[in-house]
């Protein structure tokens, strides 16, 4: 018996470092070939005496219009983005097709009548704060699942903050 239970333990150790490696490989992906989309944002500026500085993101889109009390919980935020990769939200729906070659697909889920869209806080070292005063938009690499992951954030002259070193 104990020698099915040794077994049974590096079983499930090696299905959840296969789980964990599949899932950090995917992310790879998305950074490596999703597609850029910067979200404008509003930003809030708390910190935490924990977990040191950062920004908690609120998206301008993250206050859409298009909520109502209809809107599913969780789907699809269908995004234009214009030659600045700039997004706008057009459209909320449920699956994720059917979405027009221009457009992008995010996913979305909603809380307290909040849309989120994705990542909603950036960290970032001490002294830094006042280098990330000036971000303006919040760059997300999108795949075509519609995950996203944050990149960083953006000027105004649609630049990615680099941190001083």
Avoid: C
Wanted: net charge negative.
């Amino acid at each position: 018996m104990k020698k099915y239970s040794r077994i049974l333990i590096i079983a499930n150790l090696i299905l959840l470092l296969g789980y964990f490696n599949w899932s950090v490989y995917k992310k790879e992906q998305t950074l490596k070939n999703g597609r850029l989309v910067l979200l404008q944002l509003v930003p809030v500026d708390p910190r935490s005496l924990i977990q040191g500085d950062y920004m908690r993101l609120n998206y301008k889109e993250a206050s859409s219009d298009l909520l109502d009390d209809q809107t599913d919980t969780r789907g699809y935020a269908i995004l234009h983005t214009d030659s600045n990769q700039v997004g706008e939200i057009v459209r909320l729906q449920n699956t994720l097709e059917p979405v027009n070659d221009n457009e992008l697909v995010i996913k979305y889920k909603i809380i307290n009548r909040r849309l989120f869209l994705g990542a909603e806080s950036f960290f970032f070292e001490e002294g830094q704060d006042t280098l990330y005063q000036k971000a303006m938009y919040g760059g997300l690499k999108v795949d075509d699942k519609g995950q996203s992951l944050l990149v960083g954030l953006y000027d105004e002259d649609f630049q990615q903050i680099q941190p001083d070193k």
